[in-house]
Nanobody, 115 residues
């Protein structure tokens, strides 16, 4: 059973930065894709960013130029560097991993951006 543990969330002022981490364990198979979704109160969960095992990245338009996703394959850990944070980035951030066509999710970490 693949387990994903997020960390790094917190409270930050608008314009500030945070770095989220997602550590994966419990699999002997390669993780093909890792990524982040987020869900704000009263809104649907939305895609934020993803990175493949070949380091190909994708970003939601709302975070392009501000967020950077990266991955340390040796540590099975993924990072999301979030800069120039805005109030609308406030949400619970969930990491996911695709392993042998099965999607796994973390428990979520809260990011709150104050004005």
């Amino acid at each position: 059973q693949v387990q994903l543990v997020e960390s790094g969330g917190g409270l930050v002022q608008a314009g500030g930065s945070l770095r989220l981490s997602c550590a994966a364990s419990g699999t002997d198979f390669g993780i093909s894709v890792m990524g982040w979704h987020r869900q704000a109160p009263g809104k649907e969960r939305e895609f934020v960013a993803s990175i493949s095992n070949l380091r190909s990245t994708n970003y939601a338009d709302s975070v392009k130029g501000r967020f950077t996703i990266s991955r340390d394959a040796a540590k099975n850990t993924m990072y999301l560097q979030m800069n120039s944070l805005k109030a609308e980035d406030t949400a619970t951030y969930y990491c996911y991993a695709l392993v042998r066509r099965q999607m796994y999710w973390g428990q979520g970490t809260q990011v709150t951006v104050s004005l």
